[in-house]
């Protein structure tokens, strides 16, 4: 019998990224899929979340197209977001939000709202975009910890 634990078990922030990584798997936008994960201060996983439609809006009746009158910004709920109104718990004040790209202005919003106290980030691509810049300002201003996320360079393959 062994006297010590495993020692290449996936750390909370793996767990939690990576959660947030399977969860942005489940959207069906054909360009953008984005995961978020709400955790407690005690680890515990709160809520889940993706970009799509709201429910009772096929996503196969409405459109995916970015540009034009009629495009999907019109219709889709960011992750976090989607996240924040997926929790029927109660209260998510002191928790933290993991997601697969940095949250925007309008999710930035309902983060700060919510009361959820630290954003752990895999992506910033549009960290010059308006939108981002407004969102960090708000959420520094706010006193929300911002946390870029730092892949251990381990690769996990799920057999599904």
Not at 55 to 82: A, I, M, P, V
Request: with cysteine; glycine share 8%.
């Amino acid at each position: 019998m062994s006297s010590s634990k495993r020692e290449d078990f996936i750390g909370w922030d793996e767990y939690f990224m990576g959660v947030a990584m399977l969860s942005a798997m489940r959207s069906k936008d054909p360009n953008t899929q984005v995961g978020a994960c709400i955790v407690s201060p005690e680890h515990k996983i709160l809520s889940m979340g993706y970009n799509g439609f709201p429910t009772g809006c096929s996503d196969d009746e409405f459109t995916w197209e970015r540009d034009g009158e009629d495009n999907k910004y019109f219709y889709s709920t960011h992750s976090e977001l989607n996240a924040i109104l997926n929790y029927r718990g109660g209260s998510i004040e002191g928790a933290s939000i993991f997601v697969t790209l940095f949250p925007c202005n309008e999710c930035a919003k309902a983060i700060i709202q919510s009361g959820i106290k630290e954003v752990v980030y895999a992506d910033d691509k549009y960290s010059m975009t308006p939108g981002v810049i407004a969102s960090k300002k708000m959420l520094n201003a706010a006193g929300i910890k911002l946390r870029r996320y730092v892949p251990k360079g381990r690769q996990i393959i799920l057999d599904l």
